[in-house]
């Protein structure tokens, strides 16, 4: 694997040790803050692996379906408890980026660390879907088991930990090598070798009948959120989860759109991700938000999209793209409400407008390495800008 430069080295307290809690703080601190730079980093340490439209985002060919999939035919499976991952983070490989117990041994994850001290606001082990394989060519179809959400952070972010350590401490180059946890994951894109927690990330889109068609972003608050803070992202975004932990939920909420219509509600209008249920069971047919978004798809004034699927080279996150594409009355309608500020951080504002013009030039703004955007957003505005015909015709 090529070797990437280190970063100049932070000098620690010299009366902390390398695993200490103290220790532990500030190299967090510093991958908060230089997150863009290191997801770059870490993309450099796969050369042999595809990238999503020239993004630092990782994938497989048969990821990339050759044309938008209407969302209505992508097939999702269901393999229930899955087997155990090669590599989940608990084990003796992790332990340099697990901090030391004051009562002795080491957190036995990384969520236990954040847990114990750094824990955002919006941060708890909700069951999820563990995405198992995907294929968007010929028939298309993503495979899902069962997950829990410190599953991924357990892996994911304290791979992220350990990269931004060894730029810290290294001057000179770092190899894939010379990050032992990282090397145990080997491929990202080897979906079984680790759980794959995924989240459905929507470029939204607002159609006008004649004129410049228009997107929004987020600014997501490293305060409030544990992935992807103090970076830009389309909006919304959502782990894919079920709206509670139990089999009958798994299946009722098994749907890429209803996972969509929960982040809609929750992003773009404020509100909870609580939901009133009934047995763990959410009614989405009595839901009056749900159904008049679903109504629109049917009426042809709102249409939805499957781009691919990525992983984010610096944390293993696993996105599943998607663009959902309304006419201007429908959006401007539903949408009136429209929150500055939600539990999440801030919808971002252009020129005095949340409305960015879905431009070449805002495109490759927010894309193009210039603006600190999510891997996984930067991949997604490149990919609908390529299939804007499709999209927007």
């Not at 145990?184 to 889109?205: E, F, K």
Request: aromatic share 8%.
């Amino acid at each position: 694997m090529r070797p990437i430069r280190g970063g100049a080295p932070a000098v620690p307290d010299p009366s902390s040790g390398a695993d200490s809690p103290e220790r532990w703080r500030q190299v967090r601190g510093f991958l908060h803050q230089h997150r863009h730079e290191l997801c770059q980093l870490a993309a450099r340490l796969y050369p042999d692996v595809p990238r999503v439209a020239s993004t630092a985002l990782l994938c497989r060919g048969r990821w990339l379906p050759d044309q938008p999939l209407n969302l209505d035919d992508l097939r999702l499976g269901w393999a229930g408890q899955p087997p155990a991952p090669l590599a989940d983070g608990t084990g003796p490989a992790s332990a340099h980026v697990r901090p030391r117990l004051a009562a002795g041994g080491r957190h036995r994850g990384y969520a236990d660390a954040i847990a114990a001290l750094d824990a955002p606001a919006l941060f708890g082990n909700r069951a999820c879907y563990r995405l198992l394989d995907a294929g968007l060519a010929g028939s298309p179809e993503l495979t899902f088991g069962r997950g829990w959400y410190f599953d991924g952070v357990n892996l994911g972010h304290a791979v992220a930990h350990e990269l931004a350590a060894a730029w810290q401490d290294s001057s000179g180059a770092i190899a894939l090598a010379d990050l032992p946890l990282r090397a145990l994951v080997g491929d990202p894109c080897l979906l079984r070798q680790r759980c794959a927690i995924s989240a459905v990330t929507t470029l939204t889109l607002r159609r006008p009948p004649r004129g410049q068609a228009t997107f929004v972003l987020h600014w997501r608050d490293p305060v409030k959120v544990n992935n992807g803070g103090g970076l830009y992202q389309v909006m919304p975004v959502g782990i894919f989860q079920p709206v509670a932990g139990t089999p009958a939920a798994e299946k009722n909420d098994l749907s890429l759109w209803r996972c969509m219509t929960r982040e809609f509600s929750e992003e773009f209008l404020g509100t909870t991700e609580d939901y009133d249920t009934q047995d763990g069971l959410l009614d989405y047919g009595g839901w009056p938000f749900y159904r008049r978004l679903t109504s629109a798809r049917e009426a042809g004034a709102l249409s939805v999209w499957c781009l691919g699927v990525g992983v984010d080279p610096l944390t293993l996150a696993t996105d599943i793209l998607t663009v959902a594409v309304f006419d201007s009355d429908l959006y401007d309608a539903v949408f009136d409400g429209l929150v500055e500020l939600n539990a999440e951080g801030r919808v971002v504002s252009v020129d005095g407008s949340a409305a960015i013009p879905f431009t070449a030039a805002t495109v490759g703004r927010f894309s193009g390495g210039s603006e600190p955007t999510q891997a996984a957003g930067a991949a997604l505005l490149r990919l609908a800008w390529q299939h804007q015909g499709l999209l927007l015709g």
